[in-house]
């Protein structure tokens, strides 16, 4: 295939963490998206459904997990060249 | 009880701070410090419009009546946000590489710069935004009113309408002055964002202190608070599954269709790197924003008397506590959500009304008239964004005058989500995926707009308003499966759910179905071959291939766009940058192309395009550029090419540059070589000369010597005179002075000349001649043919080596030429030598014998060239010849044959 | 009889116009034409002095000058250099190689006369 010029199969341990950072950044919104779901399960065995205080927490805490990954990761994460790079490479 | 007045002047204040903030970051601006203004923190703050007063007052009514499904509208955008990497981050660099100006700019500048996608992205953002900027001048005006009737005031129907409209009238002026001061949309509004900054800090703050009043002033203390939240009335968990996970698409999807979302996310954007900050903390802020609406709704619920609005617990729960100051501080933050909202999308949806809709129309209008002015355009395009503004608020006014300002409104909020989102399948489709086409996206938008028109917003007029019951009922002339809250039979659904599914799905389907079918012009594959791989290929192959627009136009017509000064100033930079003095660039396809992204910065990709295109000649795409989008192989495989004819062209150069440089060392030396020969050709008889010049003057010696010195003297100044008239003849020759004479005769006859001229008397070279070949007629200089054959002659009577010299002189005849052969019986010239002795200064043989220079072959062959024929040494069967070519067409020797 | 200089010439007239200025002069002059055989000439009979001309045909003065400078026999012979091309970088290139006198042509006659005093005084 001649496709963009070959990278190379393994790479040094710190581009390798930021592409595994750039995979996080992406996974991120689906594992939001996933976790805002879950309270679709909860079932209403007991017929009283869910007690406000448990949905209220359970929505805001993911919220805040959210919020602090998302911060943690973009610390991380090196400027956009260098991101984009990983990018396509993938 | 704050007297209605206080709460005038305080909003009359409040607006004058705000004011005051946009002058002086406006000032600091064009002062050059924006570094300040364009913080991330200024831009995650400004991305707060997302946040109007429906969800500042609506939220915790909408928590009140419907539990948690509120944090659907806030999880959407938190969503989007964390996901930058997938979606914002092309977004922003595609809007910033391409100088967008509006989400409409974007589907027309990605699917061939087309003009009708453009007017139909507008409409669609002004059909969808209307109903959303009269929920804005409702909230406003209610909130004015919970503060007149708690005064004991009663307002009538008059005074809402007033409320509102003195409201549209002031946002519309704010707009207009901080809205429309620059053209270029990419020089950003300072102004207007730092007041949008301000004004998000004044809503999170109002929202917190109610909410930090609440828990901790009312309920007292958060865990309080969980109890009374759990003995509440309202069910928190009661979802529709349908509902939460559709509203949270929906809210996602708005996010990033809104105009208004568009402008300060993408328009606005000052630095990409900005993204990243307001990526979490973006999020954060909604976090915060939604974190005591349902405190807030459980103590409205408990305080306020049965029957309350809970829309308005934000500013009634502290009224009814008596807290007026923050109550003030609270209607300061809902008059702040919907006043920048509405400044925002009004400047949005203007951007896109004058750039896709009134400018292409004028320009239509204007193109039979050739009067151009300088900046008349310019003027078009404030003028009509100021009057779009105005046009704007006053539909959002009129809309909220025609619905009468009940809930009905309220419910409209996620109706026009639903009609902006729409956009999305276009969108989502035009940056991901390269086959994406026009036809595809106007097949898809046009779907999902009647769609949404028929599913969701005309029955939001509320039954029989504009879709009678029966129709809802049993749908129309009787078609059940396509009622509008049922379509294709599917019944059961949530009507809101039931539109988004149906729009979507049928915009998406009917986007890929009319892509997978059409074939897109060439500029649609270059668009969407730049929008789709932003970030590889950041140097775009140029939609302009050749430039056959003269200057001089393209900045008459940059000038009517941008005005005198700043266009002059780009051509200006761009004349610099091509190291050319002078104000007019070369119109190179690169500059050309740089040309139109300014322009498209200000009226919009398809009117920069279209405008450009009428100067250079229609859409100058071809094939080659066709080829370089056909696919990422081609192009990848082409870009290598280019780097390696560009360093093929270089090794050209380079070799050329050496063979240059090795010709002038050749000539160089040749020139020494000849110069140095010159010298010594002259200065050997000078020598002579003066030695025995000197011999003679010093006397002293017998008659005869004195008579032998005498005559070589002599001999030698010939031979030096000799010498300078050859020299002044070969120069003469080589530069082509030489003046020939023509005259016409036989050339047996100027062979006797020759003969009788070369000198023979004293020699013993034998000419042998055969006289019958020799009658042929020759027009031509025949006194330099004659000096030709003189020199060949008398070469022979120099050079002959054999005891018996003899010279035979043979004339021939081919079809095109007569030859003249000398042919001596002597020992020839060496085959290695064959190629010098026509050269200067050659002598091959004894100079001593020669007396001439060696510039006898030399002037010869200048002659012969001269007179069109040559003179060669040639090896023939009858033995080597000094061969005189006479070309019959040159020689005009036709004549007669005798 | 004077003392034998060589004139290794190749132009008859500066031939007879430098054998007869010598010639009043004293000395025995001998000539020779030819740059090929000059060295066998030289060997047969070595004479005091050498007037060597350097557009020789068949082989270059400079040639010649060199091989007189190699050979122990030849190696202490005067040599004066003659040469109508007049460049510096001749002159260089014969006093390099060992010639003790560089004269270029035209030359008056009193010059060679006096070089070639000063050379066999030498």
């Not at chain 2, 009514?61 to 999880?75: D, K, P, Q």
């Not at chain 2, 309350?308 to 007026?324: E, K, Y």
């Not at chain 2, 203007?350 to 002015?373: C, D, E, F, G, K």
């Not at chain 2, 016409?744 to 100027?750: E, F, H, I, K, Y």
Request: proline share 3%; hydrophobic share 50%.
């Amino acid at each position: 295939m001649s496709g963009p010029p070959k990278t190379p199969i393994f790479l040094e341990r710190a581009s390798y963490k930021q592409r595994r950072l750039t995979d996080a950044a992406r996974l991120l919104p689906i594992m939001g998206a996933v976790l805002w779901a879950i309270p679709l399960l909860w079932g209403d065995d007991d017929g009283a459904g869910v007690s406000n205080a448990h949905a209220l927490i359970y929505v805001f805490g993911v919220w805040v997990v959210l919020i602090g990954l998302s911060a943690l990761i973009i610390n991380r994460l090196q400027d956009d060249d260098t991101a984009a790079q990983s990018d396509s490479a993938d | 009880m704050v007297p209605f007045n206080v709460l005038i002047f305080a909003a009359l204040s409040y607006v004058a701070i705000l004011f005051s903030v946009a002058f002086l970051a406006e000032r600091r601006a064009a002062a050059g410090h924006s570094d300040w203004l364009q913080s991330p923190l200024i831009y995650t703050l400004s991305l707060s419009i997302y946040c109007t007063a429906w969800t500042f007052y609506g939220a915790v009514g909408y928590a009140a009546r419907s539990g948690l499904e509120f944090v659907t509208i806030y999880l959407g955008p938190t969503l989007v946000m964390v996901g930058w990497w997938w979606i914002l981050r092309r977004l922003v660099r595609i809007g910033r590489s391409q100088r967008l100006t509006s989400i409409a700019d974007l589907i027309s500048s990605r699917f061939g710069k087309s003009t009708l996608l453009g007017v139909v992205v507008t409409v669609i953002s002004v059909v969808a935004a209307t109903p959303y900027i009269a929920l804005q001048l409702q909230s406003v005006t209610l909130s004015f009113a919970v503060f007149a009737q708690s005064g004991a005031e009663s307002w009538d129907r008059s005074d809402f309408n007033a409320t509102a409209m003195w409201v549209a009238v002031g946002l519309a002026v704010f707009t207009i002055l901080f809205g429309t001061r620059n053209l270029d949309v990419n020089e950003r509004h300072h102004g207007i964002v730092m007041a949008i900054a301000v004004e998000a800090v004044v809503k999170l703050l109002a929202l917190l202190a109610v909410g930090v009043f609440v828990v901790w002033g009312v309920a007292g203390g958060p865990a309080e608070m969980l109890n009374r939240i759990d003995n509440s009335d309202i069910t928190l968990w009661d979802q529709d599954h349908g509902r939460w996970i559709s509203l949270i698409f929906l809210s996602a999807a708005a996010f990033l269709c809104l105009p208004r979302m568009f402008q300060v996310l993408v328009v606005e954007n000052a630095d990409e790197r900005h993204l990243r900050v307001a990526s979490w903390a973006f999020p954060l802020y909604l976090f915060l924003m939604s974190l005591f609406v349902v405190p807030i709704a459980v103590v409205g619920l408990d305080l306020l008397p049965a029957g309350s609005n809970p829309d308005l617990f934000v500013l009634t729960v502290p009224l009814a506590q008596g807290q007026d100051g923050l109550a003030v501080l609270s209607f300061l933050g809902g008059f702040s959500s919907a006043t920048s909202m509405v400044i925002v999308a009004a400047i949005a949806l203007a951007t896109m009304v004058s750039n896709h809709i009134v400018v292409p129309v004028w320009l239509n209008l204007q193109s039979n008239r050739q009067a151009m002015m300088s900046g008349d355009v310019r003027h078009v395009i404030l003028l009509a964004r100021r009057l779009s503004i105005a046009g704007v608020l006053a539909l959002g006014f009129i809309y909220y005058r025609m619905s009468g300002g009940g809930t009905a409104l309220a419910a409209i909020g996620l109706v026009s989500f639903t009609g902006t989102v729409q956009v999305l399948p276009a969108l989502v489709g035009g940056i991901f995926w390269r086959g994406a086409t026009r036809v595809g996206a106007a097949c898809g938008l046009v779907t999902g707009l009647i769609i949404w028109t028929w599913t969701l917003f005309l029955p939001s007029f509320g039954a029989g308003a504009v879709i009678s019951q029966s129709i809802m009922d049993f749908g129309p002339w009787g078609i059940e499966w396509l009622r509008p809250q049922a379509l294709f039979g599917i019944t059961g659904l949530d009507p809101l759910v039931h539109g988004i599914l149906w729009s979507m799905l049928l915009n998406s389907g009917m986007l890929i179905l009319g892509s997978l079918l059409s074939f897109p012009a060439p500029l649609e594959r270059l668009q969407g071959a730049q929008f789709v791989n932003v970030f590889e290929r950041s140097v775009a192959a140029p939609a302009w291939t050749r430039a056959a627009a003269a200057a001089e136009d393209l900045l008459v017509m940059s000038q009517r766009i941008l005005g005198g000064r700043e266009a002059q100033a780009i051509f200006e930079r761009e004349a610099e940058r091509q190291g050319l003095t002078g104000y007019l660039p070369e119109t190179t396809p690169e500059f050309i192309e740089r040309l139109e992204r300014e322009l498209a910065g200000s009226v919009g990709a398809a009117t920069a395009h279209a405008m450009i295109g009428q100067l250079t000649g229609g859409s100058v795409v071809s094939v080659e550029d066709l080829i370089a989008v056909a696919d990422e192989a081609a192009q990848i495989l082409e870009y290598s090419n280019r780097l390696e004819a560009k360093s093929a062209e270089q090794e050209r150069t380079a070799r050329a540059l050496r063979d240059a440089n090795a010709k002038l060392t050749a000539l160089s030396v040749q020139k020494d070589a000849f110069l140095s020969q010159i010298s010594h050709e002259l200065r050997t008889p000078m020598t002579s000369i003066r030695s025995f010049s000197e011999i003679l003057r010093d006397g002293d010696m017998s008659a005869a010597e004195q008579g032998r010195y005498a005559g070589i003297i002599h001999d030698e100044a010939i031979r030096l005179t000799r010498l300078l008239d050859d020299l002044l003849d070969l120069s003469v020759l080589e530069n082509g002075q030489v003046v020939l004479n023509e005259q016409t005769g036989d050339l047996s006859a100027l062979l006797d000349r020759a003969i009788g001229a070369a000198g023979l008397h004293d020699s013993d070279l034998k000419i042998v001649r055969n006289r019958n070949e020799e009658a042929v007629m020759l027009s031509a200089d025949l006194d330099r043919l004659v000096q030709v054959f003189i020199n060949l002659i008398s070469n022979a009577r120099k050079y002959c080596d054999a005891t018996a010299p003899e010279l035979t002189i043979e004339v021939s005849r081919t079809p095109n030429d007569y030859y003249v052969d000398f042919v001596d019986n002597g020992s020839g010239i060496a085959p290695e030598n064959e190629q010098l002795i026509f050269e200067k200064f050659s002598r091959v043989s004894d100079q001593s014998k020669a007396g001439g220079a060696g510039l006898g072959l030399a002037i010869c062959r200048e002659i012969m060239h001269r007179l069109g024929g040559d003179v060669d040494y040639v090896r023939r069967a009858k033995g080597a010849a000094f061969r005189v070519t006479l070309p019959k067409a040159k020689m005009g020797a036709v004549l007669a044959e005798t | 009889m004077g003392k034998r200089v060589l004139l290794i010439e190749d132009e008859p007239n500066i031939i007879e116009a430098i054998s007869f200025i010598l010639s009043r002069d004293g000395w025995t002059v001998h000539t020779h034409e030819d740059g090929e055989t000059a060295m066998d000439k030289i060997a047969k009979m070595p004479p005091d002095m050498i007037i060597l001309d350097v557009m020789l045909p068949g082989r270059s003065g400079f040639d010649i000058l060199r091989d007189l400078r190699n050979h122990t026999a030849s190696k202490d012979i005067p040599v004066m250099m003659l040469t109508a091309r007049g460049q510096e970088k001749d002159r260089e290139l014969a006093l390099r190689l060992g010639a003790n006198h560089f004269m270029t042509k035209p030359f008056s006659n009193s010059d060679v006369r006096d070089h070639v005093r000063s050379l066999m005084e030498a």
